[in-house]
C-alpha cells in the first residue's frame, strides 16, 4: 500500500509534443502529491504539486491532472522542448506526514528530441 | 542562498570498509532528511531530523547506518561497514518548514547526491 507506481520508465518525445507521464498509488491516506524533476549530475527539483481536494494544476507548460477515485495522477508537459529531457519523479506523503517523508515512484526518463 | 551541499559528491570503496557521508542544509531549515536511491529503484526515504532530533527513522535499513546531527546544523550519515547492496546515490534535503498539511510554498530542497560504490 505504500507505494507510488510509474509508467512509463522511459519516454521519447518530438520538440513540440506532449509528455505524459501517469503515477498510481493505492493508499488514500496520502494527501500531498507532488513531481520532482531531476536533470543528470544533480538532486530533484520541486516542479509542481497539487492537493487531493483539485482536479488539475496547471504551472505553464506543467499539468498535473489528479483521478481521486481511480487513485492515479499524471503529469503533461505540453510543447516539449530538449531542455526538458530529464528524469521526472511522481510522489506521495501519507496523511499527517512531514514534509520530506515522501513516496517516491522509479522515475521516467524523458527525452525531447529536436 | 547557497542550495543544500554534499560531499563527496563520489566515493568508491571495498565491502566491510567504512564510509562518512556530508550534508550541510540550507541554513536557517531546521529539517533535514536522507534519502537514497538504488540504481534503477525509487527514491527511498531513510531519516528526518528536526533539530538535532531524529524524528523519523524508520527507512534506515539496518543497523550499519548511523546518522547523526550534531548541533542541529550539518549531517552525517555512516556506513560501517559496507556491504555491496548500499551502492547507490544518498541524497539529502532540506526544509523550513515540516508542516502537517504541507505547505507548497516551502518545498524540499536537494542536494545533488554522493555517489557509493561498494566493490
Known amino acids: 500500500q505504500q507505494q507510488v507506481k510509474q509508467s512509463p520508465q522511459s519516454l521519447i518525445v518530438q520538440k513540440g509534443g506532449i509528455s505524459i507521464i501517469n503515477c498510481a498509488y493505492e493508499?488514500?491516506?496520502?494527501?500531498?502529491f507532488p513531481w520532482y524533476q531531476q536533470f543528470p549530475g544533480k538532486g530533484p527539483a520541486l516542479l509542481i504539486a497539487?492537493?487531493?481536494?483539485?482536479s488539475e494544476k496547471k504551472e505553464g507548460r506543467f499539468t498535473i491532472s489528479f483521478n481521486k477515485s481511480a487513485k492515479q495522477f499524471s503529469l503533461h508537459i505540453m510543447d516539449s522542448q530538449p531542455g526538458d529531457s530529464a528524469t521526472y519523479f511522481c510522489?506521495?506523503?501519507?496523511?499527517?506526514?512531514?514534509?520530506?517523508?515522501?513516496?517516491f515512484g522509479k522515475g521516467t526518463k524523458l527525452s525531447v528530441k529536436p | 542562498e547557497a542550495g543544500v551541499t554534499q560531499f563527496p559528491s563520489h566515493s568508491v570503496i571495498e565491502k566491510g570498509q567504512t564510509v562518512t557521508l556530508r550534508c550541510d542544509p540550507i541554513?536557517?531549515?531546521?529539517?533535514l532528511y536522507w534519502y537514497r536511491r538504488v540504481m534503477g529503484k525509487e527514491i527511498k526515504f531513510l531519516l528526518h531530523?528536526?533539530?538535532?532530533?531524529?524524528?523519523?527513522e524508520s527507512g534506515m535499513p539496518n543497523n550499519r547506518f548511523l546518522a547523526e546531527r550534531t548541533g542541529g546544523t550539518y549531517s552525517t550519515l555512516k556506513v560501517q561497514p559496507a556491504e555491496l547492496e548500499d551502492s547507490g546515490v544518498y541524497f539529502c534535503?532540506?526544509?523550513?518548514?515540516?508542516?502537517?498539511?504541507?505547505?507548497?510554498?516551502?518545498?524540499?530542497?536537494f542536494g545533488n547526491g554522493t555517489r557509493l560504490t561498494v566493490t
Open positions: 497539487i492537493r487531493p481536494d483539485v
Open positions: 493508499n488514500t491516506a496520502f494527501d500531498y
Open positions: 541554513s536557517g531549515h531546521d529539517n
Open positions: 510522489a506521495a506523503r501519507g496523511y499527517g506526514g512531514s514534509q520530506g517523508n515522501l513516496i
Open positions: 534535503a532540506s526544509s523550513q518548514d515540516s508542516v502537517l498539511w504541507g505547505d507548497l510554498n516551502s518545498p524540499l530542497h
Open positions: 531530523f528536526v533539530k538535532e532530533s531524529k524524528q523519523d
